[in-house]
Each structure stands twice: as structure tokens, then as C-alpha cells.
């Protein structure tokens, strides 16, 4: 069975793979949403920081979503195109 392939942001010359970022995103989302439920169940929680927290959540969540859903070439495709401009 072959092993799935890991999508790769191409940035440049750079080539991103885009697991370990997406699994970072996720740690961190996870902990955004902790975090913001312990502050709603505060008596009287920073608006601000809340609001922080909150900003930074949608962000993350764009962001993996766009990850997620955009084209990007595979390990395969990657080193297909090394080979064919090397």
C-alpha cells in the first residue's frame, strides 16, 4: 500500500510541506478554544484578550482552511518538476 502523499506549498524555490504546518494549526487551534472556553466561564473576563484570542482563532482557522482546500502538487509532482528544471 502506498503511503499517502504530503502536499507541498511551493514558495519560490522553497517547497513547504504542508502537514507539519497543518498539524501545528490544529495544536494550536485546540488551544485557542480551550483557552477561550476557560475565559467565558470567568466571572468577568478581559474583553480584550478574549476578543485576541478570538481574532487569532479565526485566523488559524482561515488559514488551514485554505491549506486544506487549495491545489498544491504532491511529493510525487515535486519531484517530477526537480528533475524535468534540473
Do not use: C
Not at 522553497?14 to 488551544?31: M, P
Not at 485557542?32 to 485576541?52: Q, Y
Amino acid at each position: 500500500m502506498e503511503p499517502k502523499s504530503d502536499k507541498i506549498l511551493a514558495i519560490g524555490q522553497q517547497r513547504i510541506h504542508v502537514t507539519a504546518i497543518t498539524t501545528k494549526i490544529h495544536e494550536d487551534i485546540a488551544f485557542l478554544e480551550s483557552k477561550i472556553e476557560r475565559m467565558k466561564k470567568m466571572r468577568s473576563p478581559s474583553r480584550t484578550v478574549l476578543a485576541t484570542y478570538e481574532s487569532m482563532l479565526a485566523s488559524r482557522m482561515s488559514v488551514l482552511k485554505w491549506l486544506e482546500n487549495h491545489d498544491m502538487i504532491s511529493n510525487q509532482h515535486a519531484a517530477q518538476h526537480s528533475d524535468a528544471s534540473g
